[in-house]
């Protein structure tokens, strides 16, 4: 009798610990399948996207392909600017600077510099506010002899280093393009070229005067980050300003412009550049803008005062400005 009992207690022990182990299995196998799942969501949720122009990328993936526009289309980016707006951005880029106003011993912060067009303007606006100084102080001392003229003309003089512009660009063969310029046009002194993202620039805090990014800032993957970094480096008192592509009010002109931007200047990009998809980009990102007004409620949720914009050509673009206190 105690035979078939013992017998009948292992089967029962034994049917226990099948039944306890395949339940323990069954979770274990059902919390896996649970945690890959979640990791998966996880992983998905974690992958943003954002726009390439028109077309919707992995964050990720935006800079190293802007990058690789502007590196395209480098060495013809100033002879395209010139035919794309048939000369028109240079009247922008003046009405920027005079805007700006910058006095001698300004520091300028030219992000997204490419090849010195604004810092280029700049050294030679404060150039002019120099000299207009000199003339007025000598004006002011007709009365005194040649002698004390020429002392204090020259007391007064402003060294050719205070007044600095750094152009700041991510793309290596812009900044190279900007230095050839810079060299055949006589800018030797007053200028500097730094590699550097708009999203984390190489400068300490509280560093520039005045801020500029010009046609640049449209191509940031984040632009939040871009407007806080520029905040970080300016002096207290120090103003931002952009001047960007924007939007067009007027419905005729905003058919027109929309005609020649979609139509004629991808084909100017092949003939003079050789570089179709580069410049159907450009059109596409401008659109992907944001206009002027949520343009400025970005910037004065990033700790800007005093933020407006001023419409140029009709809102073909516009210059932003702000100022940190």
Not at 43 to 70: D, L, M, N, W
Not at 78 to 87: E, H, L, R, T
Not at 157 to 167: F, H, L, T
Not at 251 to 277: H, M, N, T
Request: with cysteine; aromatic share 10%.
């Amino acid at each position: 009798m105690a035979a078939p009992l013992k017998t009948f207690g292992r089967k029962v022990l034994c049917g226990s610990c099948h039944v306890l182990y395949k339940g323990v299995m069954c979770r274990i196998a059902i919390s896996s399948s649970l945690a890959s799942v979640s990791r998966g969501y996880s992983a998905g949720s974690e992958e943003k996207s954002t726009h390439f122009g028109f077309e919707t990328v992995p964050e990720g993936q935006k800079a190293e392909r802007v990058y690789k526009v502007f590196e395209s289309v480098a060495q013809k980016y100033d002879v395209m600017n010139d035919a794309m707006s048939m000369g028109i951005h240079r009247l922008w880029k003046d009405t920027l600077l005079h805007i700006m106003n910058p006095q001698p011993g300004n520091r300028l912060l030219d992000t997204a510099g490419g090849t010195g067009d604004i810092s280029f303007r700049f050294l030679d606006y404060v150039q002019s506010q120099r000299d207009r100084q000199r003339r007025r102080a000598a004006c002011a001392n007709q009365t005194l002899s040649w002698q004390q003229i020429a002392e204090n003309y020259t007391s007064n003089d402003v060294g050719p280093g205070e007044s600095r512009a750094v152009v700041c660009d991510i793309n290596k063969e812009m900044l190279k393009v900007g230095k050839q310029r810079a060299e055949e046009q006589g800018y030797n002194t007053g200028l500097s070229w730094v590699v550097g993202d708009a999203e984390e620039l190489p400068f300490d805090d509280n560093q520039f005067d005045v801020y500029t990014i010009a046609f640049g800032i449209r191509n940031v993957t984040h632009i939040e980050q871009a407007l806080q970094e520029a905040l970080r480096v300016l002096k207290p008192g120090g103003r931002f300003m952009c001047l960007e592509f924007s939007r067009v009010s007027n419905p005729l002109l905003s058919r027109l412009y929309d005609a020649y931007s979609f139509q004629l200047i991808p084909v100017l990009g092949e003939v003079i550049a050789g570089d179709w998809k580069s410049y159907q980009y450009l059109v596409e990102s401008i659109r992907r803008f944001p206009d002027q007004e949520t343009f400025k409620g970005m910037i004065e949720d990033a700790g800007f005062f005093r933020v407006q914009y001023f419409n140029l050509t009709g809102g073909v673009v516009a210059i932003h400005s702000g100022f940190k206190l």
